[in-house]
């Protein structure tokens, strides 16, 4: 069996392949990636799945010669291999034996393949209804980091809540003590709701780009996104989430001041230079917010001029910094920042609502230098 292909268009499924596989898979074939020759649409199927996500890519052949075959290979070699390759095409050799030879100007390599028996099934099966969707980069920027990835005893906290609703898709994550509400694509309309782990979305995310519009729909017990010559299945799970809307709406803001969101972050990381406990303490006072941090040897403080918008922005209030941290990054532009009636923080934008829970006031004392000296002699 042999093929011509493009090299710009088969680097391109390859690199796609080799980020969704993984090295560290005990299982041999979940390294590799299925390439299938279909003489009928002279196109290369790839496929590569890691059990939770399936990718499916078509390239066009430019030339081939034998019959329809199947084979793996190695993904992240296969993709190396294309990236140094120097020419525009491609050439391909199967021969008898279990190795595959690419060539292109004066380059060669010859490399293992195994059979295809190994490789695990996974059919991506075509939904009877689908909608169109865009954005999806933006759209998990804004929501997964609100989602507990290692939360093992609960794990619908692993999900984004993807809703399909008549003012179009709204992502919704939560890891139990913050919770995020975030617009998606206005012209994805409907009355569906999808659990899907953050992972998975974020693969997908990786996969594509902010422009790519898909075809979105569910097929036994997977989302399945699809645009030319490219098809993504992730796994679905099943239960029933946190009624966030609910929560959201009895939440109401004792004062709000405004912001912008780098802003806000640039002077969180300058507040937690002393940070010890993961705690960043919040004082407002009027158009003025400090944000304070105490460690083992002292304390640091920043500080930005805020706008008051309702309310008398005033007190001290306690919240998680890596939570903090990761909204404000998620975050983009002017953000209304307010404090609820139970010392709930809020932060909205245009495009996302963010809710956490405040701490505890304590923090641990601080000791002097002396003192650790004295207590070390």
């Not at 729909?217 to 609910?246: C, I, N, P, W």
């Amino acid at each position: 069996m042999n093929f011509t292909i493009e090299r710009a268009a088969f680097l391109t499924a390859a690199k796609r392949t080799a980020q969704l596989v993984s090295s560290a898979s005990p299982l041999e074939a979940l390294k590799c990636a299925l390439l299938e020759i279909d003489t009928g649409t002279r196109s290369l199927h790839m496929t590569a799945t890691n059990m939770e996500v399936t990718l499916r890519q078509d390239v066009p052949l430019l030339a081939y010669e034998g019959g329809d075959t199947t084979f793996a290979i190695d993904a992240k070699l296969l993709s190396a291999m294309l990236t140094n390759l120097p020419g525009n095409t491609v050439e391909c050799c199967k021969g008898d034996k279990d190795t595959l030879a690419l060539s292109s100007d004066h380059a060669y390599y010859q490399v293992p393949v195994t059979s295809s028996k190994g490789f695990p099934h996974m059919n991506i099966t075509a939904p009877e209804s689908m909608v169109k969707l865009s954005g999806v980069p933006s759209m998990v920027r804004r929501a997964a980091f609100a989602t507990d990835p290692n939360n093992s005893n609960m794990p619908l906290l692993r999900c984004v809540n993807l809703r399909l609703t008549s003012d179009g898709l709204r992502a919704v994550g939560s890891d139990g003590v913050c919770i995020v509400s975030a617009k998606g694509d206005k012209q994805c309309t409907g009355d569906q709701t999808f659990l899907i782990p953050a992972a998975n979305l974020e693969k997908l995310a990786q996969l594509c780009e902010e422009k790519d519009t898909f075809s979105v729909g569910m097929a036994d017990r997977q989302l399945v996104f699809v645009k030319e010559g490219f098809q993504f299945a992730a796994r679905l799970m099943h239960g029933s989430y946190v009624d966030t809307d609910s929560l959201i709406a009895g939440t109401q803001n004792t004062f709000t001041v405004l912001s912008d969101s780098e802003e806000l972050r640039r002077t969180l990381q300058a507040a937690t230079a002393a940070c010890m406990d993961n705690r960043t303490i919040l004082h407002f006072d009027g158009n003025r917010l400090t944000l304070r941090c105490t460690g083992e040897v002292g304390s640091s403080n920043a500080a930005l001029t805020v706008i008051p918008l309702t309310g008398q922005p005033f007190g001290d209030y306690c919240f998680a910094v890596d939570r903090l941290e990761r909204c404000l990054r998620a975050l983009r532009g002017t953000v209304t920042l307010g404090i609820a009636q139970t010392g709930m923080l809020t932060l909205s934008t245009e495009d996302a609502f963010y809710m956490q829970t405040q701490l505890r006031m304590t923090a641990p004392k601080a000791k002097s230098a002396c003192k650790k000296a004295a207590k070390a002699a």
